[in-house]
């Protein structure tokens, strides 16, 4: 079984069972680029490197942004890969998709990942 990694944000505490830049309105939460764009962040693997695609998983795609996504996007599935769940706070997900954005879909308000805990069972 994989740990939980804890995001401490300005909004309170998401806990995520493994296996944010922009938050349009009941589709997602995204985050985990560095550069704050959408377009950055690389895995430990590069750059690079094959996408990862299996049967039973959707969204498939390499680098180090996530998707918190608020409502179906089948559209999504084979182009990026779903590595968890909300284990809990999902309270402060939907408060994040709540935020005011934006005509391009950033929110208004500053949100920031203080801090990710990794949590080994």
Request: hydrophobic fraction near 35%; charge should be neutral; avoid cysteine.
């Amino acid at each position: 079984m994989p740990g939980n990694v804890v995001l401490e944000t300005s909004l309170g505490n998401i806990e995520l069972e493994l296996y944010w830049q922009h938050a349009p309105k009941d589709f997602m939460v995204q985050g985990g680029d560095p550069t704050g764009t959408g377009r950055g962040g690389t895995s430990i693997y590069g750059q690079r490197f094959e996408d990862e695609i299996h049967p039973e998983l959707r969204f498939v795609g390499a680098g180090s942004q996530f998707f918190l996504t608020l409502a179906p996007t089948p559209f999504l599935d084979r182009k990026h890969t779903i590595f968890g769940r909300v284990e809990s706070g999902m309270r402060v997900v939907q408060r994040l998709g709540a935020l005011a954005t934006d005509n391009q879909d950033r929110p208004k308000e500053e949100v920031k990942i203080y801090k990710a805990t990794v949590k080994v069972p």
